[in-house]
Each structure stands twice: as C-alpha cells, then as structure tokens.
C-alpha cells in the first residue's frame, strides 16, 4: 500500500531534490517512512531511509546531496513488519550490487524469506518488498542477465504488488507488477516509473501504462515492455495525459470517497490473498474460538461491522460473540472481564480514542486484546496480542467505505476459520462487488432526484442486513446531514412507523432468507402512503411490494451483506454531491477521533 517512483538520466545529476519532490507527490497515499537511493555511473550507491515525514526526513538525512544517473523513492505504508529504519525501503541485495523498492504486497514473503536466508543471502529487515530484491538477486547469482533473473523472480513472488530495481553496472531500470498500478513516463533524457501517475505528471505527459506479466526497462529516453512469458517485446504506444495532479490522485474520480468505493473490489481481494498465507489468522482464530466470554469492541463504522461479525460468528462458528460500542463496554462489562476472555478491538485508524480507553480500562483484568485495523503502526497495533491488516491502504475519504467492507469481510473469514469451514468461495466477492458497483449505480439514479429532497427517512434491515442498514443510516446522514436512522425492520411498528406520510421514504435491506419478514414491513409503509425503497437480491415478492427494487447480482446469504451496503454507500454519495456538501470532508467531523 506505499509509493514508488524510479528515474533513470543518461549522466549522474543531483536526482535527491526531483526525488523528494516525488515522494510529496505520493504522500496522499498515507505513509509512515520514506527513503531513496541512488545509483551513479561509476557504481555507487547512496541509500537513506528512515521512518518519519518526508520534508523532516529528507532534511535530517540530507536527500539532496544525492546524487546519480538513477534513482528510487518510496513511501512506506506498512502492512506487515513495523514501521522501522530497516523495514524502510529502498533495499539492497546481499552485496548491495541491486536496489529495490516495492509497494503492495508479497504473501509468501515469509517462505522465501526463510528460502534466501537457508541460500547464504544476506536479509536486513522483515520487510517483502527486501524479498523482491532478494527474489532477483537469487537468479542474478546463477549467471541470468537482469531481464532473465526478473522473469524468474516475477514466478516466485505471489501477491498483489509493484516493483523497481536497479544494478550498479547498468544504466537502466526494471520494473513490473502484479496487480496493482504501474506507470512509466518518458522525457527527452530520462525514462520515469511509479506506481501513481500523480508522481510522474509534473515530469512528463507522455506515458505507458504497465500490464501484469510486462516488465519496464527504462533507459534515458525510452522505455522498452518485455513479456515475462518469453521475454519477447511487447509494442505499446505511449499515451498522452491531460489529467491535472489533484484528477490523478483521485483516479479520474470527482472525489476521494467515491474512488475508495470503487477501489473495494481490489482492497477485498487483496486482503484475502494476506489472509490466505498469514499465520496471524491462525492465531486469532485460535484465541477467539477458545475465548469463555468474545467482545468485538469498536465505534461507528466499525461497530457496525462488529454487529454484522457477532452475526456470522454465531452463525458459521455457533458461538455467541458481543458487539459493543467502544465507550459502553467500559461500564458494561469491564468489571465482569478475566484473562480467559477475548476482546477484538476494531479501528480504521487504530486512534480511536474511545477504543483505546475502552482497551486499556480492561487490561488490569488481563482480557486478551486483539486488534482488527488498518493502519499499521498505530496505538492499537502496538497494544493487541496479535492483529489483522485490513490492507485497504490510505483512507482519504472521512466517511470509511473500503476499510468497513474489509472489516465485514474479515469477520466473515474468521467465523469460516472458526467453524471449521473453507473460505475459497470468497474469492468470488471481487467480481461480485465490481458487478454490484456498476448495476446498482446505474439503478439509484432514479431515486436522487426525490431523495436529495428529503431531510429525513428511514433505513431498515433484518438479520445479517441489520448492520447494513445502520451502517447505510449513518453514511447518509454523515455526508447529506439529512437525518436518516438506521433500525431492524421489525422495530419500525413499534413507534417510528407514525413517521409515515404520503411519500415518505423508508429503506428496506433485504438478505435472501429474509424477504418474507422484510416484506411484512414494507407494507406497513406502502399501505400509509410510504415511498418503500427495497435493497435486495431479484425476487417477486420484493419487486411486488416494493416502489423500488435495488437489484442485488445473487451472491446468498453471507456474501449479500457486503454486496447491499454498496448501493447505500453510492446513495449517501450521490445525495451529498446533489445537496452541495464535499463528501470528503463532511463539517464538523474529523476523520480520527483522539478525542473523549
Ligand atoms: O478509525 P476508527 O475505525 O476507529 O473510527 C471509528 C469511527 O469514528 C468511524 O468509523 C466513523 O464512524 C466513520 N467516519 C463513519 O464513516
């Protein structure tokens, strides 16, 4: 989930300003470290690195007195292996002849880890993107020109990631990917790659995009595509940007949230591959299932999807688990808490002030904390017995969307490993989230107009989309300012429904098993004049009751949550953007809150 950027200059110049110039240029990614190297033309090599602000590092560490014909940049945003100096990218190989860099992930880091080290190389840090250099050294080291040593590293390195290396005898880089973004831009004298074109547009307009199974050879003024296959050129014209800096770091979207919508099929996918080959599963699996008494402990967003975990671990793994908001589970259960019990404290950021109280207050009891978060590094991360990445990189956006997706996500990995059950049918989600995406967009259109009207209205769900529906609510009302409540639809009689008039919109979030229910309640609205808005998979009884059917792609039981919140979140975008509100930045909210 870091920066990379990488420059070759036909003779050695002083490359430590342009370089930190381009690490500023990624730093909207989120980082926590920075660093460059340098290669020059007589064979040396300049490495500086160090956790920490790139302005403040690159200051104490002097980046521009470097100097060289090539260079790399990286920020860091860990995901495994704390931030540190050593985990701190650029690396070198064994006898410091390669340079590399990587963002992503490697998820067998750790197997080719213990591989290079049984082979004599020499390993600084724990970090994967070190792996990657290893992993062409390895090859480099049996006699393979560069070109032949990356096509076989290309093979052994499993993961979502990008890539950039340099040898200090040649004047030319490589760089390649699997999965993620990579970009190369061509000048007149230079060749530039990286993993965000926002880092190479004030350089050049003129770029390549990179496939998976391509590798880059950048030389001053060209760049050449290699197929990893067969090592056969590939021909690819280059292609002219128009975007300005801030359109390319949106991705070409209007605004930072709806790119992270868009960015949830990747972000699922790949915390499924880290889930897959981490042994962290393992371990928390274990401590949950053994657990006497399992909190799952968070606020907002992620409370909603603690409620939505307690559901399919008691589902899938037939134990009950205890969703409670973050504050709450101070006065109701810290006194009752032991050493035998397990909580599973859950956070974006890990910052969270009313978690890490909540955290702390149970400790002198010994309940075991776990955490569950994104940000590597955190407070959080520091005080739980073991933790999960939720590996969506930087979240822009105030409103959480791809972290409260892999959040869900993640606890229904966990039930599944807790039951006993295989998690292989969740490598579908991808594409079933990429569908839900598109359809789903296209199907709200007809509801904006009369909604982005309304100042109130209701969210319901049942079951597994009770969660969902809080969490629509509370999109809605974060990014309109219209109040909107979240409630399980069966509680919708029992007082809100005299809310209704003629119009009046309520939402209804159906899981598949549950239409019967859902559709009891949507005519308690209809029947009072109620506009009933349903969210649910394509079934008769819903499109003959409802207004509007919000079609779901099938996807059963388990996986229809995660697909419903999608149209939800796309609603509450829409509507805030229609209303005149940014809905990265809704008024009065912060996206941390270190606050009591
Ligand atoms: O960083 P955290 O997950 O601990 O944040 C908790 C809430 O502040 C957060 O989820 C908030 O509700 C979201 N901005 C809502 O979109």
Not at 214 to 219: C, P, S, W
Not at 290 to 296: D, G
Not at 350 to 357: C, F, N, R
Not at 419 to 446: C, V
């Amino acid at each position: 989930m870091c920066g990379i950027f990488g420059i070759v200059t036909s003779r050695d110049e002083p490359l430590g300003q342009l370089l930190t110039e381009a690490s500023k240029r990624l730093s909207y990614r989120g980082y926590d470290s920075v660093g460059c190297a340098t290669l020059t033309s007589d064979g040396t090599v300049d490495l500086r690195k160090d956790v920490g602000k790139v302005d403040e590092v690159a200051a104490r560490l002097r980046f521009h007195e470097m100097r060289g014909t090539r260079g790399i940049a990286q920020l860091r945003w860990a995901t495994f292996g704390a931030p540190s100096q050593a985990n701190a990218q650029p690396h070198l190989d064994s006898d410091g002849d390669l340079v590399g860099a990587h963002n992503g992930n490697v998820v067998n880091n750790v197997e080719l880890r213990e591989a290079f080290i049984s082979e004599g190389m020499t390993l600084r840090s724990t970090n994967d993107g070190e792996t990657c250099v290893h992993a062409v050294e390895r090859y480099v080291n049996q006699g393979y020109s560069m070109l032949d040593a990356i096509r076989r590293a290309y093979e052994d390195l499993e993961g979502d990631y990008a890539f950039v290396i340099g040898r200090v005898d040649e004047n030319r880089m490589y760089a390649f990917k699997k999965g993620s973004g990579l970009v190369a831009g061509v000048t007149d004298g230079s060749a530039v790659v990286s993993s965000d074109l926002p880092s190479i547009l004030p350089l050049t307009p003129n770029i390549l995009r990179i496939e998976d199974g391509e590798i880059a050879i950048l030389e001053p003024g060209r760049i050449e595509l290699r197929r990893v296959e067969d090592g056969r050129s590939v021909e690819r014209e280059i292609e002219t940007v128009t975007e300005t800096m801030e359109e390319a770091q949106k991705g070409g979207y209007a605004h930072f949230m709806l790119k992270e919508i868009h960015e949830q099929p990747r972000r699922a996918g790949e915390m499924l591959h880290l889930f897959d080959a981490s042994p962290y599963v393992t371990a928390m699996v274990e401590r949950m299932k053994t657990a006497r008494n399992l909190y799952l402990v968070a606020c907002g967003t992620s409370y909603h999807a603690c409620l939505l975990g307690a559901t399919y671990i008691a589902r899938l793994a037939g134990r009950p688990a205890i969703p409670v908001l973050a504050p709450q589970f101070v006065p109701q259960y810290v006194p009752a808490v032991g050493p035998e019990d397990v909580g599973v404290f859950v956070s974006q950021s890990g910052e969270t002030k009313d978690v890490l109280l909540a955290l702390e207050a149970s400790r002198p009891r010994g309940l075991q904390p776990l955490g569950l978060l994104n940000v590597i590094g955190s407070t959080l991360m520091r005080e739980s017995r073991v933790y999960l990445p939720l590996a969506c990189g930087y979240e822009i956006s105030v409103p959480a969307t791809k972290t409260f997706l892999n959040q869900a996500l993640a606890f229904l990995y966990l039930a599944l490993r807790m039951g006993g059950h295989s998690t292989a049918d969740l490598h579908g989600l991808p594409d079933l989230l990429e569908k839900t995406i598109i359809t789903t967009g296209l199907q709200i259109g007809d509801l904006e107009g009369d909604l982005a009207r309304r100042d109130d209205l209701y969210c319901l769900g049942y079951g597994l989309t009770y969660p969902i529906a809080l969490e629509g609510a509370l999109k809605m009302k974060e990014v309109t300012y219209a109040h909107c409540e979240g409630m399980l639809s069966t509680e919708f009689k029992h007082g809100p429904l005299s809310a209704v008039t003629e119009g009046y919109p309520v939402i209804f979030v159906s899981g598949p098993e549950d239409v019967a229910r859902v559709v009891s309640g949507i005519n308690e609205v209809t029947c009072r004049g109620g506009r009933a808005i349903a969210v649910g998979e394509e079934d008769p009884r819903l499109r003959a009751n409802a207004h509007d059917l919000i079609m779901l792609p099938k996807a059963g039981p388990l996986l229809n949550p995660l697909l419903a919140v999608i149209p939800l979140q796309l609603l509450a975008y829409r509507l805030s953007v229609a209303r005149g509100y940014d809905p990265d930045f809704p008024r009065n909210l912060s996206k941390t809150l270190t606050v009591d």
